[in-house]
């Protein structure tokens, strides 16, 4: 796989050794503190970024290659000037082997892919996808349910323009026996782009508007924020779906609750301490996830 733009370019297949190296990495770090190196990698970021940004930068550094960054270049890079993407992307593959990007623009890392000679990698665009965290979501459900077929999850909040869940729901797509239950306020309910998707990989979609129509016994609780950012002005102000202690408690014990973070209100701090909460360990997954990403990127590269 040349470039990561979609969570729609994997297979069943493809995931099943990307997850295992996952694992063997997580194992066992320092047998790839070399794996990279003399590789030069520059992570490109419009957006603000913390898990992201560092677990690739971590990533990076921990293969033992090189980083080159720039933070939040909407604002600091050459784009200030007038440059375009285009001309940004063909100079920084002067300096890199590969370039990991965040963009405000939905296809912007489609549009980098196509002009650059390098690896571009989709760290998140606009409210479109973010590849990357579909892979982390899913390997944290492997490592708690060891499979990911017959899946019962609930994708919370903002799945209108919560571009990590579009991505969670292609991948998930993959998998026999998909049930999702899309619980969303009015104005951010899946588009129906994505409940097609879902259905024509026979996958099942249930729309719901409270927690209370979710059944006590799925596997998987994924919240997520409300994009305000992302979102018009006339939209006005959102009101959240919140888990807490009390909501959870109605939940097994077998259910793990994920969020790709950051968060605001929409887990209370009370639910950390339950042990059911995964999205710490979901986010520390990021490194290891992003570490195999790359390595397996340069070992098809050659």
């Not at 066992?28 to 520059?42: C, E, N």
């Not at 006339?234 to 919140?242: A, D, L, T």
């Amino acid at each position: 796989m040349r470039h990561v733009i979609s969570s729609s370019q994997y297979t069943k297949e493809s995931l099943t050794p990307l997850f295992a190296l996952t694992s063997k990495i997580k194992n066992d770090p320092s047998r790839y503190s070399k794996a990279l190196q003399g590789k030069v990698i520059a992570t490109l970021f419009y957006e603000p970024s913390t898990r992201t940004r560092l677990s690739f930068e971590s990533a990076i550094q921990r293969l033992g290659a090189s980083l080159i960054s720039t933070e939040n270049a909407k604002e600091v890079s050459s784009s200030v000037k007038g440059e375009s993407l285009a001309d940004t992307i063909r100079i920084i593959e002067g300096y890199a082997d590969a370039i990991v990007m965040r963009h405000y623009d939905n296809d912007a890392a489609d549009i980098a892919s196509k002009i650059s000679a390098v690896p571009i990698v989709n760290a998140g665009g606009g409210s479109g996808e973010h590849p990357t965290q579909s892979l982390l979501d899913c390997f944290t459900i492997l490592e708690h349910r060891s499979s990911l077929d017959n899946l019962s999850i609930a994708a919370i909040g903002d799945l209108r323009y919560g571009r990590t869940v579009h991505s969670l729901v292609k991948m998930l797509s993959l998998y026999d026996g998909l049930t999702i239950y899309g619980v969303s306020l009015p104005g951010l309910e899946l588009s129906e782009d994505y409940i097609r998707y879902i259905e024509e990989h026979g996958g099942r979609f249930i729309p719901c508007s409270t927690l209370a129509e979710v059944p006590g016994d799925v596997d998987v609780l994924y919240q997520t924020r409300t994009q305000r950012e992302r979102m018009s002005v006339s939209e006005g102000e959102v009101k959240e779906i919140v888990i807490n202690q009390v909501v959870l408690d109605g939940f097994a014990n077998h259910t793990i609750v994920l969020h790709p973070l950051p968060r605001n209100q929409e887990i209370a701090p009370e639910v950390d301490r339950d042990l059911r909460a995964l999205y710490f360990e979901q986010a520390k997954n990021g490194m290891w996830v992003r570490m195999a990403l790359l390595y397996e990127l340069f070992q098809e590269d050659r």
